[in-house]
């Protein structure tokens, strides 16, 4: 397949999605920015908040290999749980001092909230 029909196709698999592909692009962030955080919160609200970024592309890749609608919408919940815990965890990190806002991943917060929503409305629907 050339790359130009790569735009039009229809994701195959969960690699295909470009809401997972954010959710890495997400995770990589939360790594880098909680490399930051004091060496004390290693095993607290760092581990924390890099568990909750992992699980989000990873609830989105099983929920996608499952094999009902059903069980894909659930996945894709659990994930859009997850990004809230990862928030909020944010929210408190930063309200602490113990990191600096960074826009850039509230930007990616924000539009993979929308993007998850938008594809569990579009399998609830048909």
């Known amino acids: 397949m050339d ?3 790569n735009k039009v196709r229809k994701a ?3 690699r295909d999605l470009v809401v997972w592909r954010r959710t890495i692009e997400l995770g990589k962030a939360v790594y880098k920015t909680t490399q ?9 609200l760092t581990q924390q908040m ?4 992992v699980s989000i592309p990873s609830n989105i890749a099983e929920g996608n290999a499952r094999r009902s609608r059903q069980d894909y919408i659930r996945f ?5 749980g997850s990004l809230a815990e990862l928030e909020t965890q944010l929210i408190i990190a930063e309200e602490l001092k113990m990191l600096r806002k960074e826009q850039t991943m509230w930007d990616l917060i924000g539009e993979t909230t929308r993007m998850l929503q938008s594809l569990i409305n579009s399998l609830s629907h048909h």
Do not use: K, Q
């Open 3 to 5: 790359e130009g029909n």
């Open 50 to 53: 890099r568990r909750a970024a």
């Open 76 to 80: 894709l919940v659990i994930a859009r």
């Open 36 to 44: 930051t955080m004091p060496n004390d919160e290693r095993y607290g």
């Open 12 to 14: 195959t698999t969960f």
